[in-house]
T-cell receptor, first 115, second 110 residues
Framework: GDSVTQTEGQVTVSESKSLIINCTYSATSIGYPNLFWYVRYPGEGLQLLLKVITAGQKGSSRGFEATYNKEATSFHLQKASVQESDSAVYYCALSEPSGSWQLIFGSGTQLTVMP | EAAVTQSPRNKVAVTGGKVTLSCNQTNNHNNMYWYRQDTGHGLRLIHYSYGAGSTEKGDIPDGYKASRPSQENFSLILELATPSQTSVYFC?????????FGPGTRLLVL
């Protein structure tokens, strides 16, 4: 079945430094899955951060970017300069464009930004 | 703005008891979903629905039932709660390529 892998469970970065959170995926469909980053701030539910549904394209939101790399089956999340308010749990996810459209999630990465 | 609400937000239940988690959406989405999220794991799909009267099994349906009496409401039912069902439960509604999540329900089964 489909799967999403986030290798870093926790990441700590100093404020104003750059960030990359790794995400790779495996999809069984003959097409290409839709790819997402969701974020969960402390005490809140999941929010969609960005999505990309076309291979090769880049999504961006709130200073974060992620590029759909179908050759490497990756969708890494990057930000040039993080802020303390970016501290949250980040989830990479995919959905197959058919049937239930269910989301398959990675295990999440806890980002802590140090002042 | 998309709105998905869940109740209760926190619940303590006893082993063997019945638990009902409720979800309401005002997005007029056909699809609704129940996930659970455990430490070290991503969210995993329990049940989903394509519309009123429809319920489908997700990846981990054992021990759970679902009910979709209307477009707006989708419930998750634990008939005989067990400690292994202690988790955070998220409801979502969605159109074809985006899902909108509720704030979550933290369930503790003692």
């Amino acid at each position: 079945g489909d799967s999403v892998t986030q290798t870093e469970g926790q990441v700590t970065v100093s404020e104003s430094k750059s960030l990359i959170i790794n995400c790779t995926y495996s999809a069984t469909s003959i097409g290409y899955p839709n790819l997402f980053w969701y974020v969960r701030y402390p005490g809140e539910g999941l929010q969609l951060l960005l999505k990309v549904i076309t291979a090769g394209q880049k999504g961006s939101s709130r200073g974060f970017e992620a590029t759909y790399n179908k050759e490497a089956t990756s969708f890494h999340l990057q930000k040039a300069s993080v802020q303390e308010s970016d501290s949250a749990v980040y989830y990479c996810a995919l959905s197959e464009p058919s049937g239930s459209w269910q989301l398959i999630f990675g295990s999440g990465t806890q980002l802590t930004v140090m002042p | 703005e998309a709105a998905v609400t869940q109740s209760p937000r926190n619940k303590v239940a006893v082993t063997g008891g019945k638990v009902t988690l409720s979800c309401n959406q005002t997005n007029n989405h056909n699809n609704m979903y129940w996930y659970r999220q455990d430490t070290g794991h991503g969210l995993r799909l329990i049940h989903y629905s394509y519309g009123a009267g429809s319920t489908e099994k997700g990846d981990i349906p054992d021990g759970y039932k679902a009910s979709r009496p209307s477009q707006e409401n989708f419930s998750l039912i634990l008939e005989l709660a067990t400690p292994s069902q202690t988790s955070v439960y998220f409801c979502a509604s969605g159109d074809q390529d985006t899902q909108y999540f509720g704030p979550g329900t933290r369930l503790l089964v003692l």
